[in-house]
């Protein structure tokens, strides 16, 4: 039996915030483990490429899915299957004996890890009023932020000093102590309406977003001429358009786009799909600035990502306030320009650049990335029901898990057009190919913010001052 309310609020953020992080560290950590296990199995290290895709394309085509699930058989039940389903696959995966072994069981981890932050987040909704939502959103967005800076480091760290195989049995005790906690801090939501699945909604968008997101993790390293990349890319938005086209006819669809109308909702995902394709290739190009351009260690290089954890967590601290006294329109307008001139600055720092200054742009870059995700994924919900709470949560996993793959590959593809006929051995070269990589993802951000001025002063004050905008009706906030 669940505890008592205040006892669920103390606890619940600790659950979701826990298997969120379990999932962003396992999305990264396994990168830097990929050459011991390719010498481990027999096998090319280029031929493990299929053991992150296989989990990138797991995870985006089964988010849609969560939300249903949940309001079906209730979101303790489902948090839980996924939270033992990613254990035990993490436990296949570290007794693989070889590489086929360990792509089929990279799958079902990512099917559970694509349930879990959806349903978890939605818990969180529904659980917390709107003017607890904030404080809740901060705590369980600090994962979010620490699992892609610590998982290049931990995995390096682990390769080292053990075996390839302890990076997936490491999620075993937290697995264990999640499913713990959430058989009894977990509330069990779920729908009175027992909606039929859109089984042709699942397979339009499935195939879609899951045949976009692998063009996106093999483009540049694929055999298939230009021709045939475009029109499986083609393919890919035919897919995502039909199913547009097919929610819109169908009474109880997968994602139901009707939810954009809401402003603030519409203005959190959308805009900030937009944002995350100039941040989310910040962890791809800052390894490569520090070990390719200043010839730093990889160790080193992951010690100087810390300062960006180190200053998302402090953010938490002051979020709140700032956003009760400038509300979320200022925020988030004045804080994109923000990241955006903090990215750019990273195109000033060379050979010569004393490492304080590299220290000081990640503490900057921390800040400002924790205010701005804050900010995003509470707003997002300030105008949703609690009924909506599922549906929304997903759809809002959907488009962010979307967007930073999107903006990974953004960041590669763009480094490597500067560096197009250059050596990548020249240090200089690379340099300044992730130096205008860098001011490019900056014009992104800065374009990103356009998007933040179409929201109202008042919008989002029933999360950030806990109380009803004066202008929240259905007519003033659909528009």
């Known amino acids: 039996m669940v505890a008592s309310s205040a006892t669920t609020k103390r ?16 999305s990264t950590i396994v990168n830097t483990g990929i050459p011991a296990m390719a010498a481990n199995l027999g096998v090319t290290p280029l031929s493990l490429k299929a053991v992150v895709t296989s989990y990138i394309l797991s995870l985006a085509v089964s988010i849609p899915i969560s939300g249903w699930l949940a309001e079906r058989y209730g979101s303790r039940r489902i948090f839980m299957l996924a939270v033992a389903l990613f254990t035990v696959s993490s436990v296949l995966c570290g007794l693989a004996v070889n590489s086929t072994m360990l792509v089929a069981s990279r799958v079902p981890q990512g099917i559970a890890a694509a349930m879990m932050m959806p349903v978890g987040r939605m818990a969180i909704v529904r659980t917390f009023s709107k003017g607890e939502l904030l404080q809740a959103m901060n705590f369980v967005i600090i994962p979010a932020l620490l699992g892609p800076l610590l998982g290049p480091t931990v ?71 230009p021709v045939n990349l475009v029109m499986l890319a ?42 995350r394709l100039g941040v989310g290739g910040m962890p791809f190009l800052l390894p490569l600035l520090y070990q390719l351009g200043l010839g730093l260690p990889a160790w080193q290089s992951g010690l100087l990502m810390m300062p960006a954890a180190v200053a998302a967590m402090a953010m938490k601290v002051l979020s709140a306030p700032m956003l009760k006294r400038f509300g979320f329109r200022q925020v988030l307008i004045v804080n994109t320009l923000l990241v955006a001139c903090v990215i750019a600055s990273y195109s000033l720092v060379g050979e010569g650049t004393p490492m304080f200054a590299i220290v000081a742009i990640g503490l900057a870059l921390g800040l400002f990335n924790s205010l701005q995700f804050s ?61 205008h ?18 929201l109202q002063p008042q919008d989002g004050e029933s999360v950030s001052k806990g109380s009803e905008a004066p202008a929240n009706n259905p007519a003033e906030l659909r528009t």
């Open 155 to 225: 995995g390096g760290l682990i390769v080292h000093w053990a075996s390839w195989r302890d990076i997936f049995f490491v999620n075993v005790p937290v697995g264990l102590a999640a499913l713990w906690f959430a058989k009894n801090y977990m509330p069990n939501y779920r729908s009175e309406t027992q909606r039929t699945l859109d089984v042709r909604g699942l397979l339009l968008f499935a195939s879609g977003a899951g045949l976009l997101s692998w063009l996106l993790e093999v483009f540049g390293e694929t055999n298939l001429s």
């Open 234 to 275: 083609a393919m890919s938005l035919a897919l995502l358009v039909g199913y547009g086209w097919h929610a819109k006819r169908v009474p109880y669809p997968l994602l139901r786009l009707s939810l954009l109308s809401t402003r603030t909702f519409r203005v959190s995902v959308l805009g900030g799909f937009v944002t």
């Open 11 to 26: 606890y619940l953020p600790w659950v979701v915030a826990t298997a969120l992080f379990m999932e962003q560290l396992d």
């Open 437 to 454: 990589a860098f001011l490019t993802l900056a014009a992104l951000t800065v374009v990103s913010s356009l998007s933040f001025w179409t």
């Open 375 to 435: 900010s995003m994924n509470s707003m997002a919900y300030a105008d949703i029901d609690a009924a909506d709470a599922a549906m929304a949560s997903t759809m809002a996993s959907t488009l962010q898990q979307m967007s930073m793959s999107f903006g990974l590959a953004f960041g590669s593809l763009t480094t490597g057009y500067f560096l197009n006929g250059m050596s990548q051995s020249d240090r200089v070269a690379v340099t300044s190919s992730l130096h």
